[in-house]
């Protein structure tokens, strides 16, 4: 079993920043793919971003690109999501994600441990 617990979550301005943090435990997190997704209201939960074992391979959704880095840190059992120049449709609930395999995954159903998830709204 892994546990998930999101942080970091809050009101900010269009154009600002938020870094959400996703502390892990349970299983070796060094041999978790992890994820983050994101749920805005009425709508179905979506793939944000990915990233490996070792943090050298990252995916983000399309929309965020160049916005947002995801990053980890293994001795820390952490990983992160940096979000910049925020726009008000980044506004979702943000879940952590993880998965034990050797590959990512950009569906939700590829994930078997999830967050509480965090609320981002980002105001205009």
């Known amino acids: 079993q892994v546990q998930l617990v999101e942080s970091g979550g809050g009101l900010v301005q269009a154009g600002g920043s938020l870094r959400l943090s996703c502390a892990a435990s349970?299983?070796?997190?060094?041999?978790?793919?992890m994820a983050w997704f994101r749920q805005a209201p009425g709508k179905e939960r979506d793939f944000v971003s990915t990233?490996?074992?070792?943090?050298?391979?990252?995916y983000y959704q399309d929309s965020v690109k160049g916005r947002f880095t995801i990053s980890r840190d293994n001795a820390k059992n952490t990983v992160y999501l940096q979000m910049n120049n925020l726009k008000p449709e980044d506004t979702a609930v943000y879940y952590c994600?993880?998965?034990?395999?050797?590959?990512?995954?950009?569906?939700?159903?590829?994930?078997?441990?999830w967050g509480q998830g965090t609320q981002v709204t980002v105001s205009s």
């Open positions: 994600a993880a998965r034990s395999s050797y590959y990512p995954s950009f569906e939700k159903s590829g994930y078997p441990y």
């Open positions: 990233i490996d074992w070792s943090g050298s391979s990252t």
């Open positions: 349970g299983r070796t997190f060094g041999r978790l793919i």
